[in-house]
């Protein structure tokens, strides 16, 4: 079994920054994928960016030039940095860990970006 717990959310103004963190833990395989995913109220759960564990990199565009997902394989951590927030970036982030054929969750952290 993996758990995932995420943590760096909370309320930034537009324009500002915030750094969340994944720290993965139990059963888990050198070779994984590690990601971001989002849900705003009313919409569906939507991907933010995923590493793999040789630290390849793929993000949805609404976020590209403004956040950078990043790991530390040894802590089985995953990172997001995100800058220039926007109101529309307001939602829940999940924290996600593939690997083997099966997806793992976090119970999510929520963002929002309001004035």
């Known amino acids: 079994q993996v758990q995932l717990v995420e943590s760096g959310g909370g309320l930034v103004q537009p324009g500002g920054s915030l750094r969340l963190s994944c720290a993965a833990s139990?059963?888990?395989?050198?070779?994984?994928?590690m990601g971001w995913y989002r849900q705003a109220p009313g919409k569906q759960r939507e991907l933010v960016a995923v590493?793999?564990?040789?630290?390849?990199?793929n993000y949805a565009d609404f976020v590209k030039g403004r956040f950078t997902i990043s790991r530390d394989n040894a802590k089985n951590t995953v990172y997001l940095q995100m800058h220039s927030l926007k109101p529309e970036d307001t939602a829940v982030y999940y924290c996600?860990?593939?690997?083997?054929?099966?997806?793992?969750w976090g119970k999510g952290t929520l963002v929002t970006v309001s004035s």
């Open positions: 996600s860990l593939g690997q083997r054929g099966t997806n793992y």
């Open positions: 139990g059963s888990i395989f050198s070779i994984n994928v």
């Open positions: 590493a793999s564990s040789g630290r390849s990199a």
